[in-house]
């Protein structure tokens, strides 16, 4: 096991994957001023996570609540429904949303009405969707890093040549000396989507879950190979690109959130106009023309890095093209029909039913408010 292991480092770490010809890693020793970047300086990625994670623990707690307080979000307490094992069985094993003759059904075999199976699916439901409070909790953490990243990103790029002239991020490569404003950048960006990777199970939960996963593991994966193969400078504008954009959205959640409509929609617009001039405009033709085609003009043999840098940039190419979609069906419902909904998100169901009736579910009284009714009105996410 340790020859086989030894093997596939040797490998994974051959010259050729990384590096142009005849160069090799005894080049990327420290020397004469010149600073490298160090494959082993990655593994403190994970310590500075578990950092971000602490700080984003106390934001949440000792700046975003008050702040919700202040907006005038509450956090409600959820009604737990009360124990019913064959419903808990058949909301865990069948469906979360059964038919109305399913409902008929397990309303005989729990010898309660049908309102209160309906009722007790929805508490139910209700309990598997993240408060008001905790969504709100989960936009601030991600606004406030996006935005000081993004200030801290121009910060450091600005008087970078190569930020206004991309052909500079080839010259002089590989010998590339590394500033302490780049360590920094990536480090703590690459520290943070290890953040977010650990925290997906209990973060709220949207429909394009597995496009989150996906590009999560993108981001780590092609910051982590950028600093191997010292391909810092271009790394800084791919990360400063994609944060420019999202703290827009970020703050559009938190007003929506709070029910301040007009101020939600202004940012989300704001928010569409970044991201589909810096994700479908900037990042293709300025960025992966970049990747793709300029290197050409600096070596004639590509390393295989190229091709599989290039290859997931093209995947998070691939994910702007989905999430531009997405963005494009929001913005074409707010325009017809005035309504600005994020479909990611799964509605919380309103209960109009007492703790009360919810009793006759657990004790099965079949002529308990038989005649009550129920509203299913949502509330905007």
């Not at 508490?123 to 969707?129: A, G």
């Not at 827009?248 to 106009?273: D, G, P, Q, V």
């Amino acid at each position: 096991m340790a020859y086989i292991l030894k093997t596939l480092n040797s490998w994974f770490w051959w010259e050729n994957i990384w590096m142009p010809i005849n160069c090799t890693w005894a080049d990327f020793v420290d020397r004469d001023g010149l600073v490298f970047p160090k494959p082993h300086q990655l593994y403190a990625t994970i310590p500075y996570a578990f950092v971000l994670l602490i700080i984003r623990f106390f934001s949440e707690r000792y700046v975003a609540i008050p702040l919700a307080k202040a907006l005038g979000i509450k956090n409600v307490r959820r009604v737990k429904p009360q124990p019913n094992p064959v419903l808990e069985s058949y909301f865990r094993e069948c469906s979360r949303h059964p038919s109305q003759s399913e409902i008929q059904g397990l309303a005989k075999k729990c010898n309660c009405t049908v309102h209160l199976v309906e009722k007790w699916f929805r508490r139910r439901r209700n309990l598997e969707i993240p408060t008001v409070l905790r969504k709100f909790q989960e936009a601030f953490w991600r606004f406030s890093f996006y935005l000081t990243s993004s200030i801290v990103g121009f910060l450091f790029l600005y008087d970078k040549p190569w930020f206004y002239d991309i052909w500079q991020t080839w010259v002089g490569y590989p010998f590339q000396t590394l500033l302490p404003s780049q360590y920094w950048y990536y480090m703590v960006e690459i520290g943070f989507y290890w953040s977010l990777l650990f925290t997906l199970g209990i973060d709220n939960k949207r429909k394009d879950f597995m496009a989150h996963v996906v590009h999560h593991l993108a981001a780590i994966g092609l910051m982590s190979g950028s600093w191997c193969g010292n391909y810092v400078r271009l790394g800084t504008l791919v990360i400063f690109v994609h944060d420019t954009a999202d703290f827009w959205l970020e703050a559009a959640k938190m007003f929506n959130y709070a029910r301040w409509e007009k101020t939600c929609n202004m940012l989300f617009i704001i928010f569409s106009i970044a991201f589909f001039i810096t994700r479908i405009i900037l990042f293709p033709f300025w960025i992966l023309r970049a990747t793709l085609y300029q290197p050409t003009y600096y070596s004639t043999t590509p390393v295989i890095a190229y091709f599989l840098f290039n290859g997931m940039l093209l995947i998070l190419q691939g994910l702007h093209l989905y999430w531009g979609y997405l963005i494009f069906k929001i913005l074409k419902r707010f325009v017809f029909l005035k309504d600005l909904k994020d479909d990611r998100s799964d509605e919380e169901e309103e209960d109009s039913l007492t703790d009360t009736e919810e009793e006759s579910t657990k004790n099965g009284n079949k002529n308990s408010s038989g005649s009550s009714k129920h509203l299913l009105s949502s509330s905007h996410h």
